[in-house]
């Protein structure tokens, strides 16, 4: 293991190792690097420098200053999720790690919507959520019930062709149970629908949050469409979704496939 490859971006977009920034935090972080690598993070911590309060801030906590107990305690969190069968787990092989880890962020209400932020006393403008002004933007306002959400939501529903998808809660929709009830293949792909549907549907709110270009619900829904077609084909050995069947029936495109056993 080298613990030279925990990479992270410094204030001009330079890429520098983790390390290297260890060292200017003065901690001694070679268990931290480890678990770094362990899971997979590496390339994916992004650390800015704050001139104003000379500290380093980053996008996993609320108050967004970076310290080592901060990667710490988030690490132990992830440990603790991935070997806890009573939690909802946050891997699914089939898409990227960042995924998971929104997913994990999303379970443990750590995402920073207006009602949280609230909550910690940051003093906000308005609470209501940014997208509709409809309601208070809670996670599950902005995930579930915003009528962004609730637009992608149907359209995944009738393009899987499902009579219904009802997702109540956070748990739930990590859970992502399949209402076909169908094959562990069939499921593990709906998860990582549901899971990278959810994913995108945050990235727009968040694009609407700074001004950047917004996607219509149907836009949304392409784009999780192809990539999680991309992702799928690129990460499993043993699946190989066809294009124009996995746009109009996914479940006969994944149970055309010939596989063995499982995934991966
Ligand atoms: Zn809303």
Known sequence: MSYHTVEAIDCNGDLVTFMEYVILLGQDNRSLAGR????????????WSCKQCDTWVWKFNFNAQFTCNSLSSMLDELSAVA????????INKLIPQKIGI???????????????????????????CPVCDEDIESLQHILLKCKVASEVWELIR???????????????????SSPSRSSSIDSFIWQAVVWVSSYLIWKNRNDHVFGNTT???????????SRCFEWINCRSK??????????????????????????G
């Not at 009738?158 to 992502?176: T, Y």
């Not at 996607?215 to 392409?222: A, D, R």
């Not at 006969?252 to 995934?263: A, F, L, T, W």
């Open 36 to 47: 770094l690598v362990h899971f997979h993070l590496v390339g994916r911590i992004s650390l």
């Open 83 to 90: 070997h806890n069968n009573t939690e909802p787990t946050i």
């Open 102 to 128: 929104f997913m994990w962020r999303a379970i443990k209400n750590k995402l920073p919507v207006r009602s949280e932020l609230d909550k910690r006393g940051i003093d906000l403008h308005s609470t209501r």
């Open 158 to 176: 009738k393009w899987w062709n499902f009579d219904m998808i009802r997702f109540v809660s956070i748990p739930e929709l990590s859970k992502a």
């Open 215 to 225: 996607l219509s619900p149907p836009k949304i829904v392409s784009d999780i469409q």
């Open 238 to 263: 043993k699946v190989r979704l066809e294009w124009l069947l996995w746009i109009t029936d996914p479940l006969h495109s994944i149970r055309n496939v010939q596989v063995k056993e499982g995934i």
